[in-house]
T-cell receptor
């Protein structure tokens, strides 16, 4: 089983739609969680951290469910510019320090 | 600030050739990382460094070597390139292992 699993998509949604992605992680010792965004043929960039109580940044809402070991990202009022791949990232402590594990990403395509 | 830069952007090698990829950051970050990204595999950590003069193996270190002689630079070497090393290579840096990683624009390497 992969340490971090995401539905690869693509999710094709019309502009203005609400879309949600889930990500599951296998290691209960995971400590911190992030969503990164990666545009085609570009580098990943941090979209937002995910806090235990859930957090919101404009049209984006992230949730963490430690009991079920999944995190989610909700995008409201989708824009064409939201089209990208969204990477779920999990950080856990190891003997050699902290380890970031990246999911393979969920592709979002927002259409007119 | 340039952030994280990588050279070269593109490279084609023949099997058995060697090369060095250079990563530079101007954010005074202690932590630096080398990843490779392949379709369906996500980002996988090759080597990392927690400070000048230190390096450590990541998830997929075989066939690669690294050096961190200066805090701002992290070099990735391929001594004898193989077709399996065809990939996109990303460098990243962070102020700590808990914080956001900032990525460079990537190097697209093809080994024939």
């Amino acid at each position: 089983r992969k340490e971090v699993e995401q539905d690869p998509g693509p999710f094709n949604v019309p502009e203005g739609a609400t879309v949600a992605f889930n990500c599951t992680y296998s290691n209960s010792a995971s400590q911190s969680f992030f969503w990164y965004r990666q545009d085609c043929r570009k580098e990943p960039k941090l979209l937002m951290s995910v806090y235990s109580s859930g957090n919101e940044d404009g049209r984006f809402t992230a949730q963490l469910n430690r009991a079920s070991q999944y995190i989610s990202l909700l995008i409201r009022d989708s824009k064409l510019s939201d089209s990208a791949t969204y990477l779920c990232v999990v950080n856990r402590r190891t003997g050699g320090g902290n380890k970031l594990t990246f999911g393979t990403g969920t592709q979002l395509k927002v259409e007119l | 600030n340039a952030g994280v830069t990588q050279t070269p952007k593109f490279r084609v090698l023949k099997t058995g050739q060697s090369m060095t990829l250079l990563c530079a950051q101007d954010m005074n970050h202690e932590y630096m990382y080398w990843y490779r990204q392949d379709p369906g595999m996500g980002l996988r950590l090759i080597h990392y460094s927690v400070g000048e003069g230190t390096t450590a193996k990541g998830e997929v270190p075989d066939g690669y070597n690294v050096s961190r002689l200066k805090k701002q630079n992290f070099l990735l070497g391929l001594e004898s390139a193989a077709p399996s090393q065809t990939s996109v290579y990303f460098c990243a840096s962070a102020s700590s292992s808990y914080n956001e990683q900032f990525f460079g624009p990537g190097t697209r390497l093809t080994v024939l």
